[in-house]
């Protein structure tokens, strides 16, 4: 992996579903398929300038591993941005993930290109 940020501008989703608002309708399970150790995950309502915390703490997540991602029953937003640092420092984010209607997100590295599948 090169060391220049890795965007995924394009994998920006946007969804037209209507909101359902219900405890951790936000939760979704985050799937490493990137061929590399995640090392801090980051998620961010998409009209915030800030990260937050490191989701992982002192976890990794290796290749092939899933971590599920909750979120506290009093969050109402849907669209949210997700960040990941690789163990090696680099890092890459992607945009605009109703996580109103996605329940799984799956990242890909790949030559250089980083992208999302989601369900």
Known sequence: MNT?????????LLFAAAPAYSVGIQDFDLVNATGY???EVYVAPSSSNEWEEDLMG??????????TIEFAPRQKACNYD?????????????????????????L?????????EYE
Request: hydrophobic share 50%.
């Open 4 to 12: 220049l940020l890795k965007m995924a501008a394009p994998a920006a």
């Open 108 to 116: 890909h590295w790949d030559n250089g290109r980083a992208w999302a």
């Open 82 to 106: 997700i960040k990941v640092v690789w163990d090696d420092g680099d890092e890459a984010f992607w945009q605009g993930f109703d996580l109103c209607t996605v329940s799984e997100v799956t």
């Open 58 to 67: 002192l976890d990794i997540l290796e290749d092939g591993e899933t971590v």
């Open 37 to 39: 150790t995640i090392s």
